[in-house]
T-cell receptor, first 114, second 115 residues
Framework: DAGVIQSPRHEVTEMGQEVTLRCKPI?????LFWYRQTMMRGLELLIY????????DSGMPEDRFSAKMPNASFSTLKIQPSEPRDSAVYFC????????????FGSGTQLSVL | GQQLNQSPQSMFIQEGEDVSMNCTSS?????WLWYKQDPGEGPVLLIA?????ELTSNGRLTAQFGITRKDSFLNISASIPSDVGIYFC???????????????FGRGTQLTVWP
């Protein structure tokens, strides 16, 4: 089975540019999560969806961040405008049946904002 | 947000040695999990614990759900070079509302194994 697929694997952009990260969850999973990982703060939950509906976005840092899940097989995390402090690894994860402790993570997107 | 205190922050051991790491919280969790992250990859689930006092093994790995439900530990026996990576504990809170089902992660334990 294909796991959680994220793209791109690496993104280098300049401050002020728009960045879009993409995620395809595992088929049949009805929960999708976006995490950010940094040395300073570890793994932080940004937002999660259940059946394509955002449930908790309290971890989204600020209005520059937005996430969508237009259908069960695709989600995006957008940063506009990007800032150097957004540099981090962004992970998408999915789970099924609400038993979200069994999260399956993608390989992440390494974002560098110059 | 919830704080999970994971220790030690890093470990440097020789191949063949046993490893022990733990995680504590001020909150009661109803599920504890342990993940491993290899360089350049996402965390992968190693062990899941669902009941206070539960002791579960997965090969050379053993984890326990603390009786108080506020802590958990992970042991790795007879370490090998491929055990290198970052180990994360994660807990799921008892509660209602939007936090139900959320996982909270520790800061990780970086394990280095010398051959």
């Amino acid at each position: 089975d294909a796991g959680v697929i994220q793209s791109p694997r690496h993104e280098v952009t300049e401050m002020g540019q728009e960045v879009t990260l993409r995620c395809k969850p595992i088929s049949g999973h009805d929960y999708l999560f976006w995490y950010r990982q940094t040395m300073m703060r570890g793994l932080e939950l940004l937002i999660y969806f259940n059946n394509n509906v955002p449930i908790d976005d309290s971890g989204m840092p600020e209005d520059r961040f937005s996430a969508k899940m237009p259908n069960a097989s695709f989600s995006t995390l957008k940063i506009q405008p990007s800032e150097p402090r957004d540099s981090a690894v962004y992970f998408c994860a999915s789970s099924r049946q609400g038993v979200n402790e069994k999260l399956f993570f993608g390989s992440g997107t390494q974002l560098s904002v110059l | 947000g919830q704080q999970l205190n994971q220790s030690p922050q890093s470990m440097f051991i020789q191949e063949g040695e046993d490893v022990s790491m733990n995680c504590t919280s001020s909150s009661i969790f109803n599920t504890w999990l342990w993940y491993k992250q290899d360089p350049g990859e996402g965390p992968v689930l190693l062990i899941a614990l669902y009941k206070a006092g539960e002791l579960t093994s997965n090969g050379r790995l053993t984890a326990q759900f603390g009786i108080t439900r506020k802590d958990s530990f992970l042991n790795i026996s007879a370490s090998i070079p491929s055990d290198v990576g970052i180990y994360f504990c994660a807990g799921q809170l008892v509660g209602r509302g939007s936090t139900l089902g959320r996982l909270y992660f520790g800061r990780g334990t970086q394990l280095t194994v010398w051959p």
